[in-house]
């Protein structure tokens, strides 16, 4: 597992603002707002990045084309494997890290039309970064923002120039 890239201290900071649209609510009231997002804007895809949000968007039908879940929530509650795919892929990604495997991951799963849930062995937060700059234009990465609500970010040229501008803030591996 090579490390790609290492989050400094700074940009810690700077991520906990949410990077996107924040839809505040509970998880009915967020997933109402979301629901019709997705019918008036028509995504090119659905990217969800997080155990809760993702279960919350499938069990109101919204099926994201790609799922990125580590099975915990908030670090310590363990969330159930219960969410139907048509492929799991296994990445290692320790916490405030994002591995080449884990970026490889991402790439090809945005590159498949299939139903793909990558399982994170660590942690899977940064990876929203990476969903965005390699997804199509007009793609939703959706993640949650806890005790708040969710943040949707719709793909454009300046939030993929603002995730190069977060990857290119952090620790960068030479090997």
Known sequence: MTTAYTLTPELR???KDP????????????????????????????ISVGDVVS???HQYNIHPQLTIIDNI???????????AVEKTVYVDNPQGTITQQAIFAV????????HTHIVVNGEEDLLTLIAVLYAPENAFVVYGQPHSGIVVVKVSPKNKAQAQEFLNSMKVSKS
């Open 13 to 15: 900071i700077k991520l």
């Open 19 to 46: 990077f996107g649209s924040l839809i505040l609510g509970t998880p009915d009231e967020t997933m109402t707002k979301m629901k019709a997002l997705v019918e008036n804007e028509k995504p090119a895809k659905i």
């Open 55 to 57: 279960r919350n968007l």
């Open 73 to 83: 929530s908030l670090r310590d509650q363990h969330m159930p494997k219960e969410m």
């Open 107 to 114: 790439k090809d799963a945005l590159e498949k039309n299939e």
